[in-house]
């Protein structure tokens, strides 16, 4: 491997345009390709975008190996765009945006094809890079709380607030693209979940998922309440949140702020900027440079990413227990 990474991405979408600009930013790797199917995508690319391959012809893309590839693909075709890479040698370096597919036997698929493959993978759940909930897992670690009894976890959005109803199906519905970061971040601080039952609203009887109740248990007998909606008044951005209880305390975290509060009835509030949250380039936020930092650098030291495709299939095979709808448990 060269001392530079040859870095490309597919999907020139939001999340496809964020992953381009950082990783130029970041010791080790250069952008060398895009590819996206739109001719006018590529047309305004060209113009913007200089000394690299963007092209709207999957073939040319395909010519040429490289050292990583990021899919930012909508979510349906994770599957098949990942899978393609594997099987024909163009990477054995992938990052794919959440979710790592939308159907859990998929993701177990390209789990077996990462593994045989051998290189590194990993799924863009950038939450975990934030200072807020890193520090979280510090403070868990560390028994800040004791032993944790039970956890509330929550996502929320007021995207469709007003419409009191959506058009997208159970499988694109708020439980699968609001919900999976609060699964993933709960599935990280806890360990393996187990769903113990669910709650949905006749919306989502009808093939509508404008959010989703449902509870969970892991293996030390923690239990965890969830609530996801995307039609919540007041949430103009997303929020995701977990309130944690412990034998000696709790532990409110989102993504700005933590606060800490013991039995004696002391409290501590530290905010993002407590909690040196500076990165050598900012955009959207700094999770996001420290998400691709590290899959960089994991590739480099040919170590292992967090977190990889085996841990995001746990999220998927979640949300595929969740999405089978009630009277399951």
Known sequence: MNDTLKIAV??????????ASLVNSIAGASLVAIYDKSALMKRFMCKAIDNVLITDKYE????TQYDA????TPIPSHYSVVENLYKTGITKNVFVEKTLTSDFRHSQHLCQL??????TNMVGYMCRFAPTYQKAQALLSQSEIGEVTSFKAYAYASDFAK???NALPVKGGATR????????????????LELTSVEHDEDFKNGIDNGSCFKVKNRRAIEGDFDISWAKEGYRLPEFGLIITGTKGIISVNSDLIKIEND????????RQDLNDNVPFLLAASEYYRED?????????NSKANPDFSEAAKVDYLIEEIEKGKGQF
Do not use: C, P, R
């Not at 597919?10 to 992953?19: A, F, V, Y």
């Not at 040319?60 to 010519?63: E, I, L, T, V």
């Not at 590839?69 to 930012?72: A, G, I, L, R």
């Not at 004696?264 to 905010?271: D, V, W």
């Open 10 to 19: 597919i999907g020139m979408g939001k999340m496809g345009l964020l992953h």
């Open 60 to 63: 040319k893309f395909a010519s």
């Open 69 to 72: 590839v990021y899919v930012t």
């Open 114 to 119: 990462a593994q045989e493959k051998g290189g």
């Open 163 to 165: 419409s009191k109803g």
């Open 177 to 192: 693209d609001l919900g999976a970061h609060i699964i993933d971040l709960s599935l990280w601080l806890f360990g393996e």
């Open 264 to 271: 004696s009835g002391e409290s501590k509030e530290l905010h």
């Open 293 to 301: 930092e590290h899959f960089i650098n994991s590739i480099i030291g």
